[in-house]
């Protein structure tokens, strides 16, 4: 994975870049407008503190052409209009401008004072790699599915995927505190089993609701033994995911992108940066070629911004995911290396009887896979 | 407002109706494909268990033709995926499917269960004419800004702004708890200066934050005798704002919708019918003509819906905003009639030192319309 460096924004500010359908005509006057939309959010002239008009007001800081009448709108915004939230950030760079359906947000920078308040991944790819022995290489990992069957079925389910030596399973993310498969049930059953067939597999529970029950249920993770866990922040809301992540700094969280909408928040922006400065380790994101509309630039743009060097921050692993298959392990290590965790879900569900071999296959093909 | 009835999914099941752009010799193994992504999320021939085949794969009941290359796919769901949480049940209609790129959340129906379950709003319309002694007309409301002014500031605009005699005052939603106006400091002052200058006006603070912060926040309130709060639920998560409802039956909620356009649901579908189950009394929505995209069916139909009988759900008020002025007033009450709270925020700041005269317009130009 090529390595670069996010920018960081000077002190006090933060920058927001958006993309706009407009005409050349037009740019200046919308990027203005979204300016005050993503601040102020009244009329300028009727501002009359000189600290508002000074350092809260949004400034247009430049305006670039990109072609097919798409233009590039940096703004500075005040860092002090978002405290200590992660919710308040993400409103704050998209809050109404989201509503606007010819905005995206494309890109931000924050500084060094914002990076140190949210910390990024607690444990990022050294971490989840140092956890499953992998150093050097790809890491492996499947989903339980489907939901609607019972706990004990899916606790024989990923010890049989366990069984074929993969480094992670983790819940589909469908899996929430259903009657058919309560989380305080599920969890210790399928924690035990994954520990009966392979030591080195770690099992994430997939964490949910409201951060009263989600502290409920990282109890139970704890009380299994279990250090990583699955959320999707886009459903449980940002304050709350950075929440959980700043109260177990020993667990690792990898994000599911749910609800994250397609391209209305640039992906790069928003799992290899806003999730990763949440607390992301790892970030489950659509890959090239499977299910949905992901172009190979986005996905290596996703993984290059999660692995850049952004102010100290530890990287976030890239997980391409949807539709995967084992034939494609080595088009997919060519393609992003060795900083890379590799999700096939039903792509090995499909084996059947043989799931056991056919896991063991997948990670034989990214375990011998030669590494540059 | 048109008066209908929003449909009722039969017991156990939900419905959730995609408009996808597609070809027509495309569009059923699209809808099938949709169907899978938002159950199971796995090859339907990898499933064993007769349970999920049966209840728990989702099950195209319906696909049309809209022309222009959209189709419409009315998808059927188990109820039991979703348990009792409002995240889930997001997640269930659009945790996926949210991040193809040619796929809306056009509408949802949930069976009897499930209105019960969230409860949908707990004064609404009635609730919020009966708190400030509106009969048989139209709301009032406008926006305490800019950000970044002190709270003292802001207590003494408030206090200008209800001395005009409007029904309701809320925080601008970019509002948080930021160092220039501590939510603990700002919300007693302003409630203050809100009393002293019109007993009969209701200040709503913006709670934001997690679960937890935004009870101490509700602490707050209810410390200062209001009743009456603004939430953002797409940057809160769905499963807090169902909590704090929940826990608050005495307290209304009226949501913003910042946020809400990242995800490309159909915003009756959004306001009118999500945030309305979840507890919503009224909605903030971007009205036509702002400095919003939104057409006049699509503010229509938000009201329409959200106001539309639904298992006896109380109805949820239409609060169009953004870019509204005194000058509207009588064609947005002739386009929304008697059920509508009307806010506007700039446009009454703009007034400068005429603010109490500008408000104390807009108020009499809502009261002395004639209602039929």
Not at 20 to 29: F, G, L
Not at 123 to 133: A, D, F, N, Q, S
Request: one cysteine or more; glycine letters at 12%.
């Amino acid at each position: 994975m090529q390595r670069h460096a996010n920018p960081i924004a000077p002190p006090g500010s933060l920058v927001a870049t958006y993309r706009v359908r407009s005409t050349a005509a037009e740019i200046e006057a919308r990027a203005t407008a979204i300016a005050v939309e993503q601040s102020i959010e009244m009329p300028v002239a009727a501002v009359t503190s000189a600290f508002v008009r000074d350092a809260i007001i949004g400034k247009v800081l430049a305006v670039r052409d990109c072609g097919a009448g798409i233009f590039e709108a940096r703004i500075g915004l005040s860092v002090e209009t978002v405290g200590r939230d992660a919710g308040q950030l993400l409103n704050m760079l998209f809050g109404n401008s989201s509503i606007q359906d010819d905005v995206t947000l494309w890109d931000f920078e924050v500084p060094e004072t914002l990076l140190q308040t949210f910390g990024g991944p607690r444990h990022g790819l050294p971490g989840l790699r140092e956890r499953v022995g992998a150093e050097g290489r790809a890491l492996t990992a499947s989903a339980l599915k489907p939901q609607g069957i019972p706990s004990a079925e899916l606790a024989a389910l990923a010890g049989r995927l366990a069984a074929g030596g993969l480094d992670y399973i983790k819940d589909d993310h469908g899996l929430a505190d259903q009657a058919y498969s309560p989380f305080a049930e599920r969890v210790p059953l399928i924690a035990k089993a994954v520990r009966a067939a392979n030591p080195a597999t770690r099992y994430l529970p997939n964490i949910c609701g409201t951060l009263e029950q989600m502290r409920t249920q990282l109890g139970v993770v704890r009380d299994c033994g279990l250090d990583t866990v699955l959320i999707a922040p886009m459903i449980t809301g940002a304050s709350a995911f950075q929440a959980v992540v700043a109260a177990h700094p020993d667990i690792a969280f990898i994000t599911h992108p749910a609800l994250a909408g397609a391209s209305r928040i640039a992906p790069p922006a928003h799992f290899g940066k806003l999730f990763r400065l949440f607390g992301a380790d790892g970030v489950v994101y659509p890959n090239f070629g499977g299910r949905f509309s992901y172009s190979p630039e986005t996905c290596r743009a996703v993984g290059g911004v999660g692995m850049a060097d952004w102010g100290g921050l530890k990287p976030t692993v890239p997980i391409p995911a949807g539709g995967m298959t084992t034939e494609r392990v080595t088009e997919m290590l060519d393609f992003y290396g060795a900083d890379v965790m590799l999700l096939i879900g039903g792509g090995l569900l499909s084996a059947g009887a043989d799931l056991t071999n056919a896991t063991a296959r997948f990670v034989k093909a990214v375990q011998s896979y030669r590494y540059t």
